[in-house]
């Protein structure tokens, strides 16, 4: 049996293929080269409620735009009803780019869609992208491993499709395995988790780093601790969306951040 690889290539969708594409965390920037020419050529994007939009600017004039995203439970569109937007359009004939934030494998739900496309007899490739997992904490200076300090990461949502504390995820063992937890989407239930991971034994003390808005222009870092991070968060309102890194490494970096505010300050002053 011949295996292919469900990594696109070439410069875009061919006519009835539909490409999952990740956007990257906002900053176009960050945008790979070939989700790039993926929106260039698209005839239809299906997008998702970007931490930044400048990446639309990208795609071509003549192409359609259809926003469906979601926002912590809340869906313009349903799930089902974006799967089935995505078979039609390539039914139609049309060259599909379905963009979502960050990697649209990493709480994209993007392996949903594949497989509807799957059920539906639709080709599909999937353009990977800069996930917020990885480009938040890098915008903060923040290794998520360190050597010495950290030799393993657990990435995690904060809320499950209805907005609760998603019952799947185990916080009593990550919080004895220690290592690096970034949590995606976990603002609205940070107490909680605070809470979980203090109650199986993480120290108050754990370090804690809240990167909002990463690689855009209203970028913000807040340093703080495990047992004094819900209050700090709701003192700082932060703008959305925020990543969410407790552990050592999350003390890392700080440095290279007040360096780097040091110029500004003076220029300004």
Request: with cysteine.
């Amino acid at each position: 049996m011949k295996w292919r690889s469900a990594l696109a290539s070439g410069i875009g969708p061919a006519p009835g293929e539909v490409w999952l594409v990740g956007a990257g965390p906002g900053d176009p920037g960050l945008l790979t080269l070939r989700a790039a020419d993926a929106l260039r050529n698209a005839d239809i994007v299906f997008h998702d409620a970007l931490p930044g939009r400048a990446v639309l600017r990208l795609v071509s004039t003549g192409a359609e735009i259809v926003p469906v995203g979601k926002r912590k439970g809340a869906a313009p569109v349903p799930q089902a009803g974006i799967n089935a937007l995505l078979v039609a359009a390539a039914r139609a004939g049309k060259r599909v780019v379905r963009l979502k934030g960050g990697d649209p494998f990493v709480f994209g739900r993007g392996g949903e869609e594949a497989a509807a496309l799957d059920a539906a007899g639709i080709p599909w490739r999937v353009v990977p992208g800069v996930s917020a997992g990885t480009a938040a904490p890098a915008a903060a200076g923040i290794p998520l491993t360190h050597r010495g300090t950290a030799s393993a990461v657990t990435f995690v949502t904060g809320h499950d499709e209805a907005g609760g504390l998603p019952g799947s995820v185990d916080w009593a063992s990550l919080a004895q395995a220690g290592g690096t937890i970034a949590a995606f989407m976990a603002m609205t239930r940070l107490d909680e988790i605070a809470v979980r991971l203090l109650a199986a034994g993480r120290a108050p003390a754990t370090p804690v780093a809240v990167i909002a808005q990463a690689s855009l222009e209203g970028e913000a870092v807040l340093r703080t601790t495990l047992g004094a991070c819900t209050l700090a968060v709701r003192r700082a309102d932060l703008p959305m969306p925020a990543l969410v890194v407790i552990g050592e490494v999350a003390a890392l970096g700080a440095e290279a951040g007040a360096a780097a505010e040091a110029p500004a300050r003076a220029a300004t002053g």
